[in-house]
């Protein structure tokens, strides 16, 4: 069968219009993606292309991955065609050409926690309050600096705030480079500079990429559209999908702009336009439609299908966040019974935080679920530490790495020394490890020869990475530095669980030396790009994922829960008419993310924060024709009286079905032996103060480790 023969006139021409510039915009579901995979396949039957002439970006590895199966269904070569994120392609080519901008080529990546450990270094050392300004808030205004390709060197603040950005940005810039390393925004900033100030390089590119394609084009940034316009200035094949309904990264410097203005810098583009939704269901659409329609400046468009008309989206109306999940399990468990996979179930939320209250449900039902938010595993303090073992055995410049892991596990390297260490590299302007290794036993007295040893342990294992596979060397690591002994000989619960995530570190290792050859570098780049929704699938579970993430995603029953106003949208956005556009948006992303059943769930009160919430029903409900959604909230709320109930108050807590307040003052302490009404028995790890409450972390035997809030959580002490 041809390959074209899937697909209908307009998607047609989206793929058969290989030559110059292609704009395809179009609405959720119309088929984009569908019509890049089919154009790449049909570039190589027809034989127009090489696999590695080939560049097509995606939004998430995800999204990346799926297209690379799709593409590998249709025809041969996927694997040498450059099919991935802006990251991961831009990590590809500096890992070759980093040295042009005086980076060694094995550069570390610096995730978002390396990242604002930098940054709270530079502001105590610059003497700036991270009290008064976060340093999540540094984090910030640093990557929208990058985003506009504005270098620490041309950044200029004009008023007082943006001064002590300046000043800290600067130190944090010099900083990164130092350690050889990057991040993440760095990586599409340093690529762009690689192509300004290497001419031949980028020429060089421009030739290899004889097709270039971008899925999602409404959500680049300025830097992100200056790459993809530099390198398709070769041959000016570039197809750009995308949908401006669908624009949802707008904090992160997103400009929708640039799809709109595509026809601008490509007078001739042709531009395609698809209306027709394959997805979902005429029933789901039609609230699609409706919510969509309150934004302004749209380029207007409405979605059809010719796909059953299907039921009725359905609304639920909680008591409380535990009703409303309840709601949500029990229709799981009954759509489950009619033959339903799990994983058929995705529940979509628009905070991260909402997600702990789910867990607690589905635990409860024993329904398996997955969270796709977070990389959790890689953000564990062992798995963070050895894989600082292994960056500075790949990367020996990377002095975070080996600030980290020092004295861990204790070698009698005190923090005293290293800042004495750390203040000579300073000012010799060499490494870390170079100090240790050249300069240690003039400034340290005591500690020498531990210092020798942790030298010459690092050099061993640096030997040993050039002929080991990644588990191979990662055992030795673990026992050559005494690491796995420390866990051993500590007889806490906590470090059996620690044990056991690095014993599944040595899992995620063994499928990268079967899958990827066992090189070291490559496993590192792999995993410090490991996004928010890149955690693979595991057995048949429901999926708990944030709206932002399922972006170009689609599943047969999706539920978005928290559908409140204050959560939904989110309390931030609700003053900016720009913002709130932008959460607009983000519903119609949501809804269009479900094929044949819609769910929309809110609660009357939530517990969320530590404290009772009461807040009214989104206003994207209100905007939807009460005769397009079947209410299933119990009769005395239903829709017609809640929205114009009670306004957004802090609820008296005590006159709510929530659990009662405890006296948080009962003075948890850490190693405290506590029972919980469903978790069973658990020691404390960790107390951190909260406001008025304390978030506590339990290790329990049958659940593992959980945060809880003190005033919250039904917890007795046992012993302690
Ligand atoms: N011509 C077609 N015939 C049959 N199915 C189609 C056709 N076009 C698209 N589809 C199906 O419709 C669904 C949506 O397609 P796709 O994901 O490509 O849409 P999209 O426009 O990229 O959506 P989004 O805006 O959410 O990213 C997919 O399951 C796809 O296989
Ligand atoms: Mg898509």
Same mark, same amino acid.
């Given at each position: 069968m041809d390959i074209l023969d899937n697909l209908n006139p307009e998607q047609r021409e989206g793929v058969e219009t290989t030559e110059g510039p292609v704009l395809l915009i179009a609405g959720a579901g119309s088929g984009k993606t569908r019509v890049l995979t089919h154009r790449i396949a049909h570039l190589i039957g027809t034989q127009k292309a090489k696999p590695w002439q080939i560049l097509a970006i995606t939004f998430t590895n995800k999204a990346a991955k799926e297209m690379k199966e799709r593409v590998s269904d249709l025809v041969y070569g996927s694997e040498d065609m450059w099919i991935s994120t802006f990251h991961a392609a831009c990590v590809r080519i500096l890992r070759r050409e980093a040295k042009h901008l005086g980076y060694d080529n094995n550069f570390n990546i610096y995730d978002t926690s390396d990242k604002l450990k930098v940054i709270k270094d530079c502001a105590k050392e610059l003497d700036i309050d991270t009290k008064k300004i976060t340093p999540r808030s540094i984090a910030s205004a640093i990557s929208n600096a990058k985003n506009q390709l504005l270098s620490a060197k041309d950044y200029q603040g004009s008023n007082l705030y943006e001064k002590q950005i300046e000043k800290i940005y600067k130190m944090y810039d010099r900083r990164v480079k130092a350690n050889n390393a990057m991040d993440f925004d760095d990586l599409i900033f340093e690529t762009v500079r690689l192509f300004r100030l290497n001419p031949d390089i980028l020429e060089r590119y421009q030739q290899q990429f004889k097709y270039i394609m971008v899925d999602e084009y409404q959500d680049t940034n300025h830097s992100q559209y200056l790459l993809v316009n530099f390198l398709a200035k070769g041959h000016k094949n570039i197809c750009v999908v995308g949908d401006d309904d669908q624009s949802i990264y707008l904090f992160r410097g997103a400009d929708v702009a640039n799809i709109l203005d595509f026809e601008k810098d490509y007078p001739d583009a042709k531009v395609i336009k698809l209306e027709r939704n394959y997805r979902s269901t005429q029933c789901i659409l039609s609230v699609a439609n409706e919510v969509i329609k309150h934004n302004e400046g749209r380029k207007g468009k409405n979605l059809w299908t010719e796909n059953c008309a299907g039921e009725k989206p359905v609304f639920f109306h909680g008591t409380d966040h535990i009703d409303e999940i309840q709601f949500i399990a029990d229709e799981i468990t009954k759509e489950q019974a009619k033959g339903r996979k799990l994983s058929d179930f995705t529940i979509l939320i628009?905070?991260?935080?909402?997600t702990r209250s789910i867990e607690d449900i589905l635990l409860k039902r024993d329904i398996p679920y997955q969270i796709f938010a977070g990389t959790e595993f890689f953000n564990r303090k062992e798995i963070k530490d050895v894989m600082a073992y292994l960056s500075i055995i790949s990367n020996p410049a990377d002095d975070l790495s080996l600030t980290r892991i020092i004295n861990v596990p204790r070698r009698g390297i005190g923090n005293k020394t290293v800042e004495r260490l750390a203040a000579v590299a300073d000012e010799k302007n060499k490494t870390l490890f170079e100090v240790l290794k050249e300069d240690a036993d003039g400034i340290v007295s005591r500690g020498k020869d531990k210092i020798k040893q942790l030298v010459m342990l690092i050099e061993n294992l640096q030997e040993m990475s050039q002929y080991l596979n990644v588990t191979d060397l990662l055992d030795e690591t673990v026992n050559r530095s005494g690491y796995r002994n420390m866990l051993q000989s500590d007889k806490t619960d906590e470090a059996k669980i620690r044990l056991e995530n690095i014993e599944e570190l040595f899992t995620v290792t063994k499928e990268f030396d079967n899958t990827h050859g066992g090189n070291l570098d490559e496993f590192l780049q792999q995993n410090s790009l490991a996004?928010?929704?890149?955690?693979s699938e595991r057995e048949d579970s429901v999926k708990i994922m944030t709206l932002h993430s399922a972006k170009g995603l689609e599943f047969p029953v999706v539920f978005i829960a928290g559908f409140e106003e204050r959560l939904f949208p989110h309390i931030r956005s609700m003053e900016d008419p720009k913002e709130l556009q932008e959460e607009r948006r983000l519903c119609y992303v949501g809804i269009t993310r479900a094929k044949e059943k819609l769910y929309i769930t809110a609660a009357q009160s939530r517990a969320l924060y530590g404290r009772v919430e009461r807040n009214k029903v989104s206003r994207f409900l209100e905007e939807?024709? @009460?005769?397009l959604i079947e209410d299933k909230s119990i009769k005395k709320y239903s829709m017609d009286n809640l929205y114009s109930q009670s306004g957004p108050q802090r609820a008296n807590?005590?006159?709510? @079905?929530?659990?009662q307040k405890q006296n948080i003052d009962m003075a948890y302490k850490v190693g405290m032996l506590v029972e919980h009404k469903k978790f069973g028995q658990g020691i404390i790890t960790e107390i951190k103060s909260l406001g008025e409450d304390q978030k506590i972390t339990i290790n329990f035997e049958k659940v593992g480790s959980k945060a809880l809030m003190a005033s919250f959580a039904p917890l007795t002490v046992v012993e302690g």
């Amino acid at each position: 069968m041809d390959i074209l023969d899937n697909l209908n006139p307009e998607q047609r021409e989206g793929v058969e219009t290989t030559e110059g510039p292609v704009l395809l915009i179009a609405g959720a579901g119309s088929g984009k993606t569908r019509v890049l995979t089919h154009r790449i396949a049909h570039l190589i039957g027809t034989q127009k292309a090489k696999p590695w002439q080939i560049l097509a970006i995606t939004f998430t590895n995800k999204a990346a991955k799926e297209m690379k199966e799709r593409v590998s269904d249709l025809v041969y070569g996927s694997e040498d065609m450059w099919i991935s994120t802006f990251h991961a392609a831009c990590v590809r080519i500096l890992r070759r050409e980093a040295k042009h901008l005086g980076y060694d080529n094995n550069f570390n990546i610096y995730d978002t926690s390396d990242k604002l450990k930098v940054i709270k270094d530079c502001a105590k050392e610059l003497d700036i309050d991270t009290k008064k300004i976060t340093p999540r808030s540094i984090a910030s205004a640093i990557s929208n600096a990058k985003n506009q390709l504005l270098s620490a060197k041309d950044y200029q603040g004009s008023n007082l705030y943006e001064k002590q950005i300046e000043k800290i940005y600067k130190m944090y810039d010099r900083r990164v480079k130092a350690n050889n390393a990057m991040d993440f925004d760095d990586l599409i900033f340093e690529t762009v500079r690689l192509f300004r100030l290497n001419p031949d390089i980028l020429e060089r590119y421009q030739q290899q990429f004889k097709y270039i394609m971008v899925d999602e084009y409404q959500d680049t940034n300025h830097s992100q559209y200056l790459l993809v316009n530099f390198l398709a200035k070769g041959h000016k094949n570039i197809c750009v999908v995308g949908d401006d309904d669908q624009s949802i990264y707008l904090f992160r410097g997103a400009d929708v702009a640039n799809i709109l203005d595509f026809e601008k810098d490509y007078p001739d583009a042709k531009v395609i336009k698809l209306e027709r939704n394959y997805r979902s269901t005429q029933c789901i659409l039609s609230v699609a439609n409706e919510v969509i329609k309150h934004n302004e400046g749209r380029k207007g468009k409405n979605l059809w299908t010719e796909n059953c008309a299907g039921e009725k989206p359905v609304f639920f109306h909680g008591t409380d966040h535990i009703d409303e999940i309840q709601f949500i399990a029990d229709e799981i468990t009954k759509e489950q019974a009619k033959g339903r996979k799990l994983s058929d179930f995705t529940i979509l939320i628009r905070a991260n935080a909402l997600t702990r209250s789910i867990e607690d449900i589905l635990l409860k039902r024993d329904i398996p679920y997955q969270i796709f938010a977070g990389t959790e595993f890689f953000n564990r303090k062992e798995i963070k530490d050895v894989m600082a073992y292994l960056s500075i055995i790949s990367n020996p410049a990377d002095d975070l790495s080996l600030t980290r892991i020092i004295n861990v596990p204790r070698r009698g390297i005190g923090n005293k020394t290293v800042e004495r260490l750390a203040a000579v590299a300073d000012e010799k302007n060499k490494t870390l490890f170079e100090v240790l290794k050249e300069d240690a036993d003039g400034i340290v007295s005591r500690g020498k020869d531990k210092i020798k040893q942790l030298v010459m342990l690092i050099e061993n294992l640096q030997e040993m990475s050039q002929y080991l596979n990644v588990t191979d060397l990662l055992d030795e690591t673990v026992n050559r530095s005494g690491y796995r002994n420390m866990l051993q000989s500590d007889k806490t619960d906590e470090a059996k669980i620690r044990l056991e995530n690095i014993e599944e570190l040595f899992t995620v290792t063994k499928e990268f030396d079967n899958t990827h050859g066992g090189n070291l570098d490559e496993f590192l780049q792999q995993n410090s790009l490991a996004s928010d929704t890149d955690e693979s699938e595991r057995e048949d579970s429901v999926k708990i994922m944030t709206l932002h993430s399922a972006k170009g995603l689609e599943f047969p029953v999706v539920f978005i829960a928290g559908f409140e106003e204050r959560l939904f949208p989110h309390i931030r956005s609700m003053e900016d008419p720009k913002e709130l556009q932008e959460e607009r948006r983000l519903c119609y992303v949501g809804i269009t993310r479900a094929k044949e059943k819609l769910y929309i769930t809110a609660a009357q009160s939530r517990a969320l924060y530590g404290r009772v919430e009461r807040n009214k029903v989104s206003r994207f409900l209100e905007e939807v024709p @009460k005769n397009l959604i079947e209410d299933k909230s119990i009769k005395k709320y239903s829709m017609d009286n809640l929205y114009s109930q009670s306004g957004p108050q802090r609820a008296n807590v005590n006159s709510f @079905k929530m659990p009662q307040k405890q006296n948080i003052d009962m003075a948890y302490k850490v190693g405290m032996l506590v029972e919980h009404k469903k978790f069973g028995q658990g020691i404390i790890t960790e107390i951190k103060s909260l406001g008025e409450d304390q978030k506590i972390t339990i290790n329990f035997e049958k659940v593992g480790s959980k945060a809880l809030m003190a005033s919250f959580a039904p917890l007795t002490v046992v012993e302690g």
